[in-house]
Every structure is written in C-alpha cells, then in structure tokens.
C-alpha cells in the first residue's frame, strides 16, 4: 500500500488547502450584476413617475378656471337698441355682448369707458367666450333685458395664467402678455372676492375654442365614445366567433395557418398602417365622410380585432377539455357544448382582453389623423356621422397650440385619458380576480 | 323606405318567423317535443335564419351596386362635349349634378317646372333651401339630376319590394320545410359554422385590404414619380399642389426618411435594450416574488401609457430639459452659452422612444428567459458558477434566438411608431449624422402628407401610400423574421 503513495512524496506539501479562484472578484462581479439590474429597474419606474410626475404638475391645475363674478347689467341701449327682438330674432344672436360685459367690468374697476386705452384693457381681462356666456344667458331668458343680474364669466387665458401663477411677473411688463395695469386690478377683484377659482366643469363639456379659457374635451370625449361603441360592438363578437372557429373548429390545414400568421402579424402592423387602409378603403373607395368616429371606430375595430382574438384564443384553451368531453358525452352537439359551456366559462378571460384591446383603441392617435379627425369641431356630433374628434386626437392639437395656457389643457386633457385608462385597466384586473378560475 | 326601416321590418318578420316556426313545429307533434328531431327552438331559428339572411345581403348587394350604377349610367348620358373632358371635370360636373339632385327634392312641383327652363335661377333656388352651387349650373346637369333623382326613387321601391319579398318569400319556404323528423339543429349550425368561418376570415381580408388599398394608389403615385427616384432619391422636397394644377414637380427621396427613421429607432434600441433586458433578468432570477409582483405591473404601466403622452412629454418636458442642459454644459466649457442639442432632436424622440418600449423588451425577454428549463441553471450552479456567472454563460445564450426575436419585435414597433416623433422628431427631411439635431421619419411623412385638404390625384398625396407599403414591408418582414425564430427557439425546449 505505502508504495501507491510514494509517488505522491515527490510533490511538495500543498502551500493552502484552497486553490486562488479569485472568489473575491467574482462575488464583486456578481454584485455589479445585481445592481445593473436594480439600477435598469429603478430606471424604469423612476421615468413612469418622472413622466406622471410632469403630466399632473403640469395638469392639475386645468380643472380650476379663473372666474370673475360680478353685477351685469344687460342694458337694452347695447343688446337691441331699436327694439326689434320680437321681429327679428337674430337680434339677440349676434348683439354686442361682450360690450355688455366690458361696461361691467369697468364699472366694478371704477375705469370711465370713454378712455378708449383702459376700456380695451379692461376688455381683455374677460375671455371671448363671455359674449357665448352671456348670448345663452338671454337667448333662453330675453327677459332679463334691462334688468341687472350676477353673472359669473370667465376670465381672459392671461388672467388665468397669471393668477395661477404661471406667468413669470419679472419680466418687465412690455415682454408679457399682462400689463401691470391688469395685475393691479386683478389683485384688486381678487382681494374683494369677485375673481376667484371654482371648478372648471367646461373643460369637460366645451368643444374646440381658439381660447385656452373656453376650450374643452366635450366634443371629443362623445367622438371617443361612440368610437368605442363602434369597436365593442363589431369587434368583440367578430373577434369571438374567429377565434371560436381557430380554436374549436379549423382543421389543421394551409388556409388556418394562413390565418394564423396573418392575425400574429395583423398585432405587430404599425397603427398608422390602419389609417392609410382607413383612408382609401373607408374614406376613398366607399365615400364615408372624414372626420366621423364611424369611419374611426371601423379602423380601431380593425385594429382591435388581433389583441381580443389572441385573448380569446387563450381563454378558449385554458377551459380544460374535460367540460367539453362530459357535454359531448351527455348527447350535446359540438356547437352546443361550445356555446352552452366552454364560451360562457371563457367569458371572464375574454372580457378582460377586449377591455385590454378597448383601452389601446382608446388611446390610439395616429390612424385616426389619417382619417381627418384632426378638425375644429366645436359642435355636439348627434350621430357617429357627423364630424368629431377624439380624446387623444385632442390631446395632439393642443400640444401642437403655441399659447402657454395650452400646455396646461394638453396635461389636463391627458389626465383625464389617462384616469379613463386606469378605470378600464382597473376594470379588467378586477374582473379577471372575481371570476378567474383555475382548473 | 329608409334602409334602418327596411332592417326594423326585417327584424320583426325574423322575430315572427321565430315564433311561428317555435310553435307549428310543436304543434306538429302535439306538444310532445321528444318526438321532434331538434329542439323547437331550432324550427324557429331556421325559418328566423331564411327570414333575414337572403333578404340582408339582397340589400347591401343593392345598396352598394345601385349608386354605381345610377352614377355610370348618368355619366354615360352625359354630351359629348362633356365626356370629352378629363375624369377630373367630369367628376366635378357629377358632384353638382348631386347637390342639383339633392336640392331638387326639397323644391315643390311648380318651382321646379319654372326652373326647367332656366337654369341660371336654379343657383339662387337652391341657395335659398340650403343647397349651395359651386358655380352656374348648365341645363343638361338640371336634366341629369332629374333623370338621377328618377332613377334613385325607382330603385329605392324596386329593392324594398325585393328585400321584404326575399325575407317573406324565404320565410314561407323555411316553415313549408317543418316536419317532425326534419333536421333544423344540423341546418342552425351550419349557418353558424359559415358565420364562424366568415369572421375569422376578417383578418385575411384586412391584410389583403391593406396590401391592396396602398398598391393601387402607391403605383398611380409611380406613374407620376418613377419608383427608382422614389426608393433612391436623396432629397425629400414634395412642394404643395394647388387642387387640379399638378404643375410643379417636386423630389420624393425615401433615403432621408428612411434613414431618420433608422437612426431615432436605434437611439431608442440604444437605450431600451439594456435597460429592458437588465430589467428582465433582474424580475426573472433575482427578484423576490414580492418586488416581481410590484415591479412588473409598474414598468407594464409604462406599456399601457398612448404615445400620444410620450410624445407630450417629450415635447414639453425632455426636449426643453436637453436643450437647456446642453447650452449649460456648452457655457461651462467654452463661455458660450448655446446650445447644441435642439428641442426637437434624433435624442429627444430616440430616448422617449426608448422608455416606451423598455416594457416591450422586459416583458417579451422575461417570458423568454422563464422558459430556459431549471435544469440548466441547476447545474451551472451546482458545478460552482455564481448566479451572474449561469445567466451570462448558460442562460442568456440559451435563450439567445429569443431574446433576438424579441428585439426584432420591438425594432419594428420603434420603425412604426408614430406620435412621439410626430412631436419630438421635428419635421425636416435631412440627411445628417449629429444626433443633436432633428430629422424626420416615414411615419411623420405620412401624417404630413395627409392632414389637410387632400386631393387624391396628386403625388403629394399619393407618396403616403408608397411611404405606407415600405413601412407595412419593413415591418412585416421583422415579423416574420422575428415569429420564426422564436418559434423555432420554443421547439428546442418542448
């Protein structure tokens, strides 16, 4: 035996019982892993808060408007000096308003309207959207004609700036849109309460206005929800029953390859690819009208079709074959077992892909420009015909407005896309915890 | 009789066949459904089904062929002086035969017959019921429009009688078929097995709607431009045309588009592929369950953010904050405070670009990197490598293809994306490397090319669609691309 281990004597005793395999550097390479990756992460979450961060900081304060409540008197001597309302009701449609409210203003302010210099300044302190104000005021009362009522009335864009804060008050008073006058008599209506902030509810209910102060997402959110009306109704079922068929009935063949590689590739086409089909096939070749959400919601239909279809897909696999086998076995056709079992167990997973699939819809910006969406729509659409825009499309006029007081509907405008997405997300997340089932 | 009337009526016959087919067939049997071959519920959708179906497609055959027709057959009356002139003109002349028309309807009889036989007071006629003219209309035009109103009144009764008598007709043949043993159950579900095989079809024919739509106008618009100067053109400078002029020529080279889209795609690669793929690896084998279940829906947030807020932010918050701190920078080295990068630059649109698609990249990496067996990663480590060590070595090349597919993905989404450079990019067409100044992208192009007043004849507009079927080929063949080699990289752990 001792002559096995004597060739063993010959190597000199080992200096350590560890070889060096620089563990040291490993174990620091492996920490600088580490935190690449917590670095990269953080990254991440940091720009979504970044950018959140600046779309509320921006935003917020567009759902308070700078409103100046004071004593109008609708003076007959200005609205219809001849008297001819009664004969002419065109009259009351295209009076002088904002006169009206100028000669209040002044009043309130103790400014003489014969100094020409002072009364424009005065006038501009008010928003252009007084004379609207003011013209639906006596339109539905031409009583109050003569008589002197308070009115709340909405202050110039500058005004609003300006008493929120946001115009930098440093620059001397040539380079900025607010003379030193109207500041005074600002802090003047401000200290007596008649200039104060409430509640902006027009930015939900106005339509497209020049006037930051006047313009409001009303037209564009009806545009945006008949467009989701048009996808829920045409894509949801049409995306149900494609996928019911390549997932229940395709034989395995050429023709349901072809589609199946169309419908992944369909997922992945570049979203304006939509408006220019949108365009030449809607617009161009069947003569729908531009600018119509129809015309809108058959494009994001188009576009939606892939996401509810592969949600679908997956919902259908995941109802276990079992349920499908015991309704065959009980005697129930193929079309039966189907719609009587296998669909309605899905539903909870469907449901949660179209609300995924309506929530990218509603978003989505690009085809709809393509489709003429991109217009100043300042009245009410009453069908999905008539002319409109959408929520995001909004969101793209504004930020392409040079006015300062713009930036600050843009973020509002997205806050409120923004919650609306949240809401369906959140919808969805919900629906899927409640009625999720694992098999 | 209005086509929604025509669909309520032929709701209600479906409805009535319904019930009627429901009861005859029970009464067939004496109420005994057990001796009935399929539920009764079946009779009734059967005769519903014979009801409707015939009838709809009568209808939206009639109500899509009916104007060509009644537009071709007025076209072919017109004289000949006319036919002579351009498809243009023409189609000018048949726009005011239809306001002509249209406000012809809401004259009364003795109105019209004084304006028969003067033309010129037809404009003021018509202005004056809300029907405005675009010019003076010519006494052949106000007998066209009679002759169109005509034939648009004829039609409109002969399809009602056609459709309602389609659904009755169909109706009363599908209740004649009702007997005991027939088998309606089998018959429903074919009809629904059609429908099934008709929605799923849907997706071919979008992609042969897109493919076919941007053909055609891509090549009027390379009749008018050849496609070489189109697909090797170095100077975009497309010019505006005045309706109908078509006079000045301008220059459509794809080259400087294309590389603008290129480059901003790849600064924003530059930035979201380590960012994303850091991420992945980071979710996937270090975090603790309790961070994945934060951090993922987090950064999926960032995927569900509209571009349209990308490109806000870009606009008002990253590209301003870069050129701010590049003048800083330039007034801390050389004393003049410029700046170098500019609001709008390859930078600003590239680096949103790639916050944007950080979530793509983690989320379609992450699935990927899961899907590498445990085995492989158990015996790295148990032969003594470090866990950074097994993912660098072992983990990342097996998942290699399709970590590759996955990046292909996303290239295409950055080559496709529209509103954040739409915003951040800027909109001149130049060909130049500085990633501090703007360029443009084929995506901008197109929107520019067709928000306003279009025209469908001039090359203006038509080159969106040229530019649209390079976008749709490019994206479409890393797709493919992409799909097959994921595809392949699944087999190889199955």
């Known amino acids: 035996m001792t002559d096995v281990v004597s060739p063993a004597a010959g190597i000199p005793k080992a200096k350590s019982v560890r070889r060096d395999i620089g563990i040291k550097r490993r174990y620091a390479a492996e920490r600088r892993f580490r935190a690449y990756g917590i670095a990269a992460l953080s990254f991440g979450i940091i720009f979504l808060m970044l950018l959140l961060w600046s779309v509320v900081s921006k935003g917020y304060t567009a759902f308070q408007q700078t409103m100046i409540t004071m004593p109008v008197e609708f003076s007959q001597q200005i609205i219809d000096p001849q008297n001819e309302r009664a004969t002419n009701p065109q009259k009351l449609m295209t009076a002088n308003y904002p006169v009206v409210a100028r000669n209040a203003l002044a009043k309130l302010l103790n400014v003489s309207v014969d100094d020409r210099v002072a009364a424009r300044a005065v006038s501009q302190m008010l928003s252009d959207g007084v004379r609207v104000q003011l013209r639906d005021l006596v339109v539905a009362n031409p009583a109050i004609i003569g008589t002197t009522q308070t009115v709340r009335l909405l202050a110039s864009g500058d005004i609003d700036s ?4 946001q115009i930098d008050l440093n620059v001397g008073q040539e380079n900025r849109k607010i003379n030193d006058q109207q500041l005074g008599w600002m802090t003047q209506l401000s200290d007596s309460g008649a200039l104060a902030k409430h509640f902006n509810s027009g930015i939900f209910v106005n339509g497209a206005s020049s006037r930051p102060e006047a313009a409001g997402v009303g037209v564009a959110l009806i545009g945006s929800f008949y467009m989701m009306l048009i996808v829920l109704v045409l894509a949801l079922p049409i995306g149900v029953a494609a996928s019911i068929y390549l997932e229940e009935f395709a034989p395995k063949n050429k023709f349901t390859d072809l589609i199946e590689v169309n419908i992944n590739n369909l997922a992945a086409v570049p979203s304006i690819v939509y408006g220019l089909l949108g365009l030449a096939v809607f617009v161009n070749f069947m003569g729908l009208p531009r600018s119509a959400s129809f015309v809108g919601g058959l494009v994001l239909t188009l576009m939606t079709l892939p996401t509810i279809i592969i949600a679908t897909r997956a919902a259908l696999k ?18 039966q077992t189907i719609f009587h079992h296998v669909l309605p167990l899905a539903m909870p997973g469907i449901l949660t892909g179209t609300i995924i699939g309506l929530a990218h819809a509603l ?4 085809p709809l420009l393509l489709i003429g969406m991109v217009a100043f729509v300042a009245n009410y659409p009453t069908t999905p015909l008539d002319p409109s825009t959408a929520l995001p499309v909004q969101i793209y006029m504004w930020a392409n407005e040079a006015e300062r007081a713009f930036v600050e509907r843009t973020s509002g405008a997205i806050i409120i896309l923004l919650l609306f997405l949240i809401l369906m997300n959140v919808g969805a997340i919900l629906l899927r915890r409640r009625f999720e089932r694992r098999w | 009789m209005n086509t929604s009337l025509i669909l309520l009526i032929l709701a209600i016959i479906g409805i009535a066949g319904y019930v009627a087919g429901a009861r005859y067939a029970m009464a067939l049997v004496g109420g005994i459904s057990s001796k009935l071959h399929s539920r009764p519920g079946y009779y009734g ?16 055959v ?6 060509m027709f009644i537009s071709s057959s007025v076209r072919g009356a017109f004289p000949e002086e006319v036919k002579t002139q351009s498809q243009a003109e023409q189609g000018l002349s048949y726009g005011m035969i239809t306001s002509i028309a249209r406000g012809m309807n809401a004259l009364t009889g003795d109105e019209i017959a004084r304006i028969e036989n003067n033309p010129v007071e037809l404009r003021a006629a018509l202005g004056a019921k809300g029907v405005p003219l675009a010019g003076d209309p010519q006494p052949f035009m106000v007998k066209a429009a009679a002759e169109l109103n005509r034939m648009t009144f004829v039609s409109r009764i002969l399809m009602t009688i056609l459709v309602l008598g389609a659904s009755i007709g169909g109706a009363l043949f599908a209740y004649r078929q009702i007997a005991p043993r027939f088998r309606a159950r089998n018959r429903v579900e074919k009809v629904i097995l059609g429908s099934l095989v008709v929605a799923s079809s849907i997706a071919i024919l979008t992609t042969v709607g897109i493919v076919a739509s941007m053909l055609t106008e891509a090549a009027h618009f390379f009749t008018a431009i050849p496609a070489w100067e189109f697909f090797f053109g170095t100077v975009w400078d497309p010019r505006f045309a005045a309706a109908g002029s078509g006079g000045s020529e301008g220059q459509f080279g794809l080259i400087p588009l294309l590389l603008g889209t290129l480059y901003i795609g790849f600064v924003a690669m530059l930035f979201a592929v380590p960012i994303g793929l850091f991420s992945a690896i980071y979710m996937s084998e270090y975090a603790s369950p309790k961070v994945r279940s934060v951090a993922k829906p987090l950064l999926e947030v960032l ?9 806000f932010f870009a606009l008002t918050t990253v590209g301003p904050f870069l050129r701010d701190i590049s003048s800083q920078l330039n007034g801390l080295v050389t004393g003049d405070y410029a700046n170098f990068i500019q609001a709008q630059s390859v930078l600003t649109a590239g680096f949103v670009m790639g916050i944007m698609l950080i979530p793509y990249v983690s989320s379609l990496s992450d699935d990927i990197i899961t899907a590498v067996p445990r085995a492989l990663r158990d015996g790295s480590l148990g032969l003594g490598a470090t866990r950074s060590e097994t993912i660098k070595k072992v983990v990342l090349p097996a998942a290699l293809p399709g970590i590759v597919g996955a990046l292909l993905m996303t290239a295409s989404r950055a080559v496709g994306e529209t509103m954040i450079v739409v915003l951040a990019a800027g909109v001149a067409a130049r060909l130049q490397i500085n990633p501090f100044e703007p360029m443009t992208t084929v995506t901008v192009k197109i929107v520019n090319q067709l928000t306003g007043d279009l025209e469908f004849t001039s090359p203006q507009t038509l080159v969106a669609f040229a530019l649209g079927i390079t976008l749709f080929a490019i994206t479409l063949c890393l797709n493919i691309y992409a799909l097959y080699i994921v595809r392949k990289y699944r087999e190889q752990y199955e």
Do not use: N, Q
């Open chain 1, 162 to 165: 300006a008493y929120k804060g």
């Open chain 1, 318 to 335: 995941a109802v276990p074959p079992s349920i499908r086998a015991a309704a065959l076995g009980l005697g129930a056709s193929k079309m």
């Open chain 1, 363 to 366: 978003g989505e910006t690009a």
């Open chain 2, 45 to 60: 959708s059967f005769v519903a089904v014979w009801a409707i179906l015939p009838a709809v497609v009568i209808l939206f």
């Open chain 2, 62 to 67: 009639w109500l899509v062929a009916s104007p």
């Open chain 2, 303 to 311: 995927a569900g953010i509209p571009t349209i807020v990308y490109g």
